[in-house]
Structures are given as C-alpha cells and as structure tokens.
C-alpha cells in the first residue's frame, strides 16, 4: 500500500492544539468571515492548527492565519459524512488544506468508492497526507491497511445506534496508540485542558478541540441546559 511520508505538516501540529473551526448551518458564526475571525484567535493565543470545512473556510482561514490546515468536507449525508469523495478532498486541498480528513471506517462510501483508492488518489495526485477519522480500533486497523498517514479519534461515539457520549474517548486514543504504528489525534469531545493533557499521556500526537473552544451557541446551551433554564429558539 503506498503512503506519502508524514510531511512537514505533521511535524507542525505534533504535540499541539489543532482548533477546529467549524459552523453547521442553523449557527449563526457559519461563514468563512466568522470561522477566519476564530481561527486568528485560536493562532494568536498559541493553536499549531486549524480544521475546517469546506473550501471556502479553509481558504479564508488559510489567509488568515497561515497555520496548517486540516481540510473536510461534510456532505451532511447519513453515514459516511467525511470528505467521502476524491472530489472533496481535492476541493479542500486546492483551497489550501497540507491535510486531508476523511471518514476512514470500512463503512460503504455513497460513491460506491472506497478508503484505500481514495488515499492513493490524494497521494499520487494532490501530495498531502491524510488523517482518517476512525470510531474503533478495527477501523484504525483498516485505515492503517488501506494507507492512511494518522488516525483521529473523531468517530468514536457517532457511528453507533445509542446516544453520543459526554466524555472525550481517551481508551480509543490509547488502543489506537498500541495498535498500528501511526501517529494518533485526540478529536471529539475534549472540553477541558486535563481532558486534553489526559489525551497526550494516551500517547495522543496533536489534539483537536472544536466545539469547547469555537462554539458558542452550544457552550450556551450547555450552560443552559445544566441550569435547567427554558432553551432558546434553536
Ligand atoms: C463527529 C463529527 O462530525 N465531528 C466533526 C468533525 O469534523 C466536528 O463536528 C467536531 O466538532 C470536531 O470533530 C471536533 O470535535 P469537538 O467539537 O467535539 O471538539
């Protein structure tokens, strides 16, 4: 299976806080102006880098900060909903990701395409490597098998019939850890600096914190919803 080498990109988020600035529709900060403008606060206040979603956010906050950049594409579908498509991860890279995310699960793609031809195509053709968002140590073990260049604990929680979990998936961090040889990112559900420091003594190379740092409107609602106050609109 061919692999690009982890390149310099990687070397620039390892051991760091990689923001994830993203905004769904229904969120008010949706926009590359918004996501640019959270993305300069994350860098100025010490982020090594930055995921985002779409090409427009990933150009803009490319612009704005010059940190690497971790590019997806969410089509919104049910299952696989991470840059499922060559296609997507072109558009992300050419707007200037140095990495592509993917769904990277064994999870049939809506293509019909799968996770090992979709590596090979953004190594031979766009020349970054590539994180797979994995929900389990089998699909890290498959990821691994079809190329890819680093695991994320992304998944882990969503791809399952029960509800989302509250607490960050340090477990999966750590098995992923001692069950391929690649390098391992901390995503989904870190809300506390401990939570992260818990994560990096997993054997985490980066950590990625979106939600805790770049969403307001859900801080609010989980104030609000701990308080037990009457919830907003949305
Ligand atoms: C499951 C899924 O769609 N995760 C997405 C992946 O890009 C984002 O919605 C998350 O915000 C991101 O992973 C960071 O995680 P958190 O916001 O929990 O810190």
Do not use: W
């Not at 990933?58 to 049910?78: E, H, M, S, Y």
């Not at 979709?118 to 089998?138: K, N, T």
């Not at 079809?146 to 029960?162: E, Q, V």
Request: proline share 7%.
């Amino acid at each position: 299976m061919k692999s690009t080498p982890v390149d310099a990109a990687l070397r620039a988020i390892e051991s760091g806080l990689v923001v994830s600035c993203q905004a769904a529709a229904g969120n008010p900060l949706r926009g590359p102006h918004h996501m640019a403008a959270m993305a300069q606060a994350a860098a100025a206040a010490g982020a090594t880098g930055i995921r985002a979603e779409g090409a427009d956010d990933v150009a803009a906050v490319k612009a704005a900060t010059g940190l690497p950049v971790i590019g997806i594409r969410k089509t919104g579908d049910p299952g696989v909903f991470i840059t499922p498509t060559y296609a997507d991860a072109e558009s992300v890279v050419a707007a200037g990701a140095s990495i592509v995310a993917t769904d990277g699960t064994a999870r049939p793609r809506p293509d019909g395409g799968d996770l090992a031809t979709l590596i090979e195509q953004v190594h031979d053709r766009l020349g970054v490597p590539v994180m797979a968002d994995v929900d389990s140590v089998e699909a890290g073990r498959y990821a691994h098998e079809c190329g890819a260049d680093l695991l994320a604990s992304t998944l882990s929680g969503y791809t399952g019939p029960g509800a989302v979990p509250d607490a960050p998936d340090i477990a999966l961090v750590a098995a992923l850890v001692a069950a391929t040889p690649l390098p391992v990112v901390a995503e989904g559900r870190i809300r506390a600096p401990e939570e992260a420091r818990a994560a990096f003594a997993a054997g985490a190379f980066a950590v990625v914190v979106g939600t805790a740092i770049t969403n307001p409107m859900e801080i609010t609602r989980r104030f609000v919803t701990a308080l037990d106050l009457p919830e907003g609109a949305t």
